[in-house]
């Protein structure tokens, strides 16, 4: 008798302010977009990269990234989040899940990010080993984004496993 595999789905969400320190460098989907603004975080406060983390370990029921890396947590001070992607992508292939898609949409009024798309696609692709789509929308000068206070993601993943009596 066929099995079907299992399929889970996720979402996630974050934001960050923009750092009043000109030595930040602004890092989306682990690629650099630009260099003296960047966005305050406890780690490189990459959002794109948050977001997924967030998709692909609710999608499974592990929670989100700050349950596995909380900030408070000197050892992530300025941690690379590409490196972080990749530890929770870990814990979710541990159990047995593979990506099949997942989506990411950028909200940011500075700067225009349409050059880096492909590179930021690629780049998480490879850490998560599956394709991901990362787009970018402009808030439009609407609030708090608008006014380019902060950057935000939002992601989904959709995960898959082989049926474990199949
Ligand atoms: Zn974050």
Avoid: Y
């Avoid at 970018?136 to 995960?159: M, T």
């Avoid at 898959?160 to 199949?166: S, V």
């Amino acid at each position: 008798m066929t099995r079907s595999p299992q399929l889970r789905i996720g979402n996630g969400f974050d934001i960050h302010p923009v750092s009043t320190d000109q030595n930040r460098v602004l890092k989306l989907a682990g690629v650099e977009v630009a260099k003296g603004f960047g966005l305050l975080g406890h780690s490189d406060a990459d959002v794109v990269c948050h977001a997924l983390a967030d998709a692909v370990l609710g999608a499974v029921g592990l929670g989100g990234i700050g349950d596995h890396f909380p900030p408070g947590n000197p050892e992530f001070q300025g941690a690379d989040s590409l490196i972080l992607l990749s530890k929770c992508m870990q814990m979710v292939t541990d159990l047995g899940w593979e990506l099949v898609n997942a989506d990411v949409t950028v909200i940011a009024q500075q700067p225009r990010l349409a050059e880096f798309l492909p590179a930021m696609s690629k780049t998480v692709t490879e850490v998560l080993g599956g394709p991901v789509e990362v787009k970018a929308k402009s808030p439009e000068s609407i609030g708090a984004l608008g006014a380019n206070q902060g950057i935000a993601a939002l992601a989904s993943a959709l995960l898959w496993r082989p049926d474990k009596e199949g």
